[in-house]
Nanobody, 116 residues
Framework: VHLVESGGGLVLPGGSLTLSCSASGFTFSSYVMTWYRQAPGKERELIATLDKTGESWNYLDSVRGRFTISRDNAKNTLYLQMNDLKAEDTAVYFC??????????WGPGTQVTVSS
């Protein structure tokens, strides 16, 4: 299993970013996919979940209405469109399949910094 996140960066409050997660080493279309984030000094938290077909999703309350999770099974890629970003969204963002195997490693993540 190989997951590589990208698309992070420095953005002003109220700005937008789209993160990507490139997946390989497993049958991407057979798995629910998730986005997590870990802010400095905090535990990693689950923020969005998307079913295998991309038709059913769930979000952490604090990002619902601002973030959109989507996937392209033909490209083995998961996305997270983030709008109206806030300082509290500053974190390293990770993708992960569900269920993950015991030996699944976390990808490198992508840093999102929201600051003026």
């Amino acid at each position: 299993v190989h997951l590589v996140e990208s698309g992070g960066g420095l953005v002003l409050p109220g700005g937008s970013l789209t993160l990507s997660c490139s997946a390989s080493g497993f049958t991407f279309s057979s798995y629910v996919m998730t986005w997590y984030r870990q802010a400095p000094g905090k535990e990693r938290e689950l923020i969005a979940t998307l079913d295998k077909t991309g038709e059913s999703w769930n979000y952490l309350d604090s990002v619902r209405g601002r973030f959109t999770i989507s996937r392209d099974n033909a490209k083995n890629t998961l996305y997270l469109q983030m709008n109206d970003l806030k300082a509290e969204d500053t974190a390293v963002y990770f993708c992960r399949r569900w269920p993950a195997s015991e030996d699944d490693n976390w990808g490198p993540g992508t840093q999102v910094t929201v600051s003026s």
